[in-house]
């Protein structure tokens, strides 16, 4: 029980202390007191200094200080997300054991019906079961140092309709179930690009109806990304 409630609190940390990142609540540059977040947040430190750890590992943070994203950053993160996981649906297409096609099935289910937060689940659950496929732990590893860029990108697809989202998820698993690698990559490559694109292109739109002030990060334009898609919608 103890064991669990020291994750729970380590999860709750991590999400809220890389949400304020992402949003701009908490600004580029800014030192983090361990304390002050403790005592913010309700957790004790040790949480704390595990999700600050976590948040170094992805880029977000360096020797404490806050690092937001400008678009090139998150451009550039994304292209190399787009070569890895087309790689491992290749791999995917030759190894991925009759379990995991079943749960990848149902991802894309999940995904035709599902709640806004079942979506996210079974989005990220598509992905991360793809990318154990490839068996290369420094492309997995890779990907993990990505997860706080990644669930930006999620949550733009999944809470602005991307359109064709989902179906484009079906071609990848009926491409990977009838073992057909360079198909498998190919839509793969296409599909993440098209969440790139549109992506910085909702985040164009938000510059044009938020003001920035001259700020030079994107982090005002997510703020309002956030802040515009309540959690827990259909």
């Known amino acids: 029980m103890a064991k669990q409630s020291t994750q729970h609190a380590y999860i ?8 304020r990142i992402l949003s701009g609540e908490i600004e580029g540059g800014t030192k983090l007191v361990e304390e002050r977040l403790a005592d913010d947040i309700g957790v004790s430190r040790t949480p704390i200094r595990e999700s600050i750890r976590r948040l170094e590992q992805e880029g977000l943070i360096s020797k404490k200080k806050v690092i937001q994203p400008t678009e090139s950053d ?31 099935r149902q991802c894309v289910d999940i995904g035709k019906s599902g709640s806004k937060e079942e979506v ?26 990505m997860q706080s860029i990644i669930y930006l990108f999620r ?35 296409k599909h993440l690009q ?5 992506s910085l292109h909702v985040f164009r739109i938000n510059k044009e109806t ?25």
């Open 12 to 19: 709750k940390a991590y999400e809220i202390i890389r949400d």
């Open 74 to 104: 998150l451009r550039h993160s994304f292209q190399v997300r787009i070569l890895l996981e087309g790689e491992a649906a290749r791999a995917a297409a030759s190894y991925m054991t009759e379990e995991h096609l079943d749960v990848l």
């Open 120 to 145: 996210m689940e079974a989005n990220k659950q598509f992905h991360d079961i793809i990318m154990q496929a490839s068996r290369n732990p420094v492309m997995i590893g890779i990907i993990d140092q």
């Open 155 to 189: 949550k733009t697809v999944v809470y602005h309709q991307r359109p064709l989202l989902i179906e484009e998820h079906e071609k990848i698993y009926k491409a990977i179930r009838q073992h057909q690698p360079d198909q498998a990559e190919q839509l793969m490559k």
């Open 194 to 198: 098209a969440d790139l694109d549109f």
């Open 210 to 234: 938020v003001p920035t002030q001259g700020v030079r990060t994107v982090s005002l334009l997510i703020l309002h990304l956030i802040l515009s898609v309540p959690d827990g919608s259909k």
